[in-house]
C-alpha cells in the first residue's frame, strides 16, 4: 500500500529520496513485519499529506511526461480508491478465514 501512495502523490510535488529497488515489490523480506509495514504505510501518508500542503492547487499537474498529466485532485481519488480497493480485499480474505461478514 506504501508504494503506491508514493507513486502517485510524489509526482506532484518535489522528488522523494531514493528508494530500495529492492522494497518496491510485493514480495516480502525475511526481515518484514507487520509492525514494519505499517510503520511505512504511516511515514507514506504523512509525505503524501505533506505534499497536500505543500500544494497550491487541486488543479497542480504532476511532473509526468504530457501524454500522462494528471492533476493533484486526480492522484488524491486515485489514493481513495486504491486504499478502499485494498481494504476490501482484505475484508474478502478476512471473511473467508473467519466466516463473519459485517453486516
Known amino acids: 500500500m506504501a508504494t503506491p501512495a508514493r ?8 522528488p522523494w529520496p ?5 522494497r518496491t515489490g ?12 505499517i ?3 504511516v511515514d ?3 509525505a503524501s499529506r505533506q505534499v497536500v500542503a505543500n500544494s497550491h492547487d487541486l488543479d497542480d499537474v504532476a511532473k509526468q511526461p504530457p501524454d500522462h ?3 493533484l ?3 488524491l481519488v486515485h489514493m481513495i480508491e486504491e486504499t478502499a480497493r485494498h481494504n476490501g480485499h482484505l475484508d474478502l480474505m478476512r471473511e473467508a478465514i473467519d466466516g463473519s461478514t459485517g453486516e
Do not use: K, M
Open 7 to 14: 507513486g502517485t502523490a510524489s509526482d506532484v510535488a518535489p
Open 73 to 75: 485532485r486526480f492522484a
Open 26 to 37: 510485493f514480495e516480502l523480506a525475511d526481515d518484514d513485519t507487520l509492525a514494519g509495514s
Open 39 to 41: 510503520a511505512r504505510y
Open 69 to 71: 498529466a494528471f492533476n
Open 18 to 22: 531514493d528508494q530500495d529497488p529492492a
Open 44 to 46: 507514506e501518508c504523512a
